[in-house]
């Protein structure tokens, strides 16, 4: 808590010594807003811990603005597209996946660290330009047509397999099946 708000710190960079004292400048994002926020702390500067608490979801429907989400009790949560962040890029239908709330309110959601997806479209591969670690762009399936997703997948990658992507970086990982 800073000001009274929930931060989360996404970078933090210290400087000093023992001697002289340490500092921190942190690199935070607001939990209800997003907005990003960077300021230096001393390291005798006291804070609350903000605690988050977790629930199993299921991705249900898009109600513009909202996305709705379930959980096993059938109770409906709505979070705001600009906090689902990267996690846009990979919602399908009944996708399961972990809704993070603070003070009772759902404020954002956390994917599986690895989603299997189905690639829609992705060009041929060129024949001769094999000289290296030679990628190509690939559409992936996911719910909403208009965030329609690509990623990097190698020339060997064709449209309607099945590859795992890594949801923390946006990689490629593996083909399933083809």
């Known amino acids: 808590m800073v000001d009274a708000k929930p931060f989360i710190v ?41 605690v988050l608490d977790k629930k199993p979801v299921t991705y249900s429907y898009f109600a513009d603005p909202l996305y709705v989400f379930m959980d096993a009790d059938y109770e409906q949560y709505e979070i705001e597209e600009e906090n689902l962040g990267d996690a846009l890029n990979y919602l399908k239908d009944g996708m399961e996946c972990e809704a993070v709330f603070y003070d009772g309110k759902a404020i954002s959601v956390e994917l599986p660290t690895t989603i299997q997806r189905q690639i829609v479209y992705s060009e041929p591969a060129v024949k001769g330009n094999t000289s290296g670690n030679v990628t190509k762009e690939a559409k992936i399936e996911n719910a909403i047509e208009s965030k329609q997703f690509t990623i990097q997948v190698p020339l060997f990658v064709s449209q309607d397999d099945i590859v795992e992507i890594d949801t923390r970086t946006n990689e490629f990982k593996k083909v399933v099946r083809n």
């Open 10 to 50: 996404l970078r933090s960079d210290v400087n000093g010594s023992s001697r002289t004292g340490f500092t921190y400048k942190w690199k935070m994002k607001n939990l209800l807003t997003n907005a990003p926020f960077e300021s230096v702390f001393r390291g005798d500067d006291k804070f609350d811990v903000v």
